[in-house]
């Protein structure tokens, strides 16, 4: 196997491990009925964010490295697109989801009770726009990865 076969092993691989785990993320803690299910799913999430951030890192590596190894991709538009809206959807998690997240999180830290409140759909709601908003950016970059359309 080459080099640069390796590289693209390495590139699917990660974007399954790393884009694959942040599709579910609102899945899991929307199902939950009580506080203690949703506190457990929150912690299923941050778990599965570490693959997300290790996939997602390892993603970028492998792309910009077989761009400089066939240089020609940085002339290919769907390459280039590609790697922005990229760019851009990681810029949400320290941009948009951190800040959105925090509230949340010290919600569940410090709500009693078992029901769960109005005030958390509230809370999250403007972080699950975010995050879908990221989802279809990489469904994006997916679609451009595969199709590869000019």
């Not at 694959?20 to 899945?27: C, L, Y």
């Not at 299923?44 to 190894?69: E, Y």
């Not at 949340?104 to 709500?111: E, P, R």
Request: net charge positive; aromatic share 16%; proline share 4%.
């Amino acid at each position: 196997m080459a080099f640069y076969e390796l590289l693209v092993f390495v590139h699917v691989f990660s974007a399954i491990l790393g884009m694959g785990p942040g599709f579910v993320m609102i899945f899991i803690v929307r199902h939950a009925s009580t506080m203690t299910e949703l506190r457990h799913a929150y912690v299923i999430r941050g778990k599965l964010h570490i693959f997300s951030m290790v996939g997602g890192t390892l993603l970028l590596i492998s792309g910009i490295w077989m761009g400089f190894l066939n240089t020609y991709l940085f002339s290919e538009g769907w390459y280039l697109l590609s790697l922005i809206l990229f760019l851009f959807a990681l810029a949400f998690g320290p941009l948009l989801l951190s800040p959105r997240s925090r509230p949340v999180k010290a919600f569940l830290a410090s709500y009693e009770g078992e029901e769960i409140p109005e005030e958390y759909y509230k809370l999250t709601r403007r972080l699950f726009t975010a995050e879908r908003m990221e989802n279809v950016i990489f469904l994006v970059v997916i679609a451009l990865m595969v199709l590869k359309p000019f």
